[in-house]
């Protein structure tokens, strides 16, 4: 079992920034990669950026140039880094591990709320 704690969410102006972490412990020896998602009102979870363990990132277009994964195995902690923040990025955003196994694990979820 893998538990996910996030934080860092909260309300922001339109322009502004906001880093979410993500608490991991468990059996993390496991884990192939770590990413965030999240999930508007009326809409479908999607993918925001994952980090696996080679350090290798992916993002997804609409945040590309503008938020920034990265993983602190000693604090055992995942970040993401928000800037230049619109009203389209507000949503829940989710933590997520994934193991070489292909089981997920999922955090409880952080509001981010951005005001135009």
């Known amino acids: 079992q893998v538990q996910l704690v996030e934080s860092g969410g909260g309300l922001v102006q339109s322009g502004g920034s906001l880093r979410l972490s993500c608490a991991y412990s468990?059996?993390?020896?496991?884990?192939?990669?770590m990413g965030w998602y999240r999930q508007a009102p009326g809409k479908q979870r999607e993918l925001v950026a994952t980090?696996?363990?080679?350090?290798?990132?992916n993002y997804a277009d609409s945040v590309k140039g503008r938020f920034t994964i990265s993983r602190t195995d000693a604090k055992s902690t995942v970040y993401l880094q928000m800037n230049s923040l619109k009203a389209e990025d507000t949503a829940v955003y989710y933590c997520?591990?994934?193991?070489?196994?292909?089981?997920?694990?999922w955090g409880q979820g952080t509001q981010v709320t951005v005001s135009s």
């Open positions: 997520n591990a994934r193991t070489s196994y292909g089981t997920n694990y």
């Open positions: 468990g059996r993390i020896s496991g884990i192939s990669a």
């Open positions: 980090v696996a363990s080679t350090g290798s990132t």
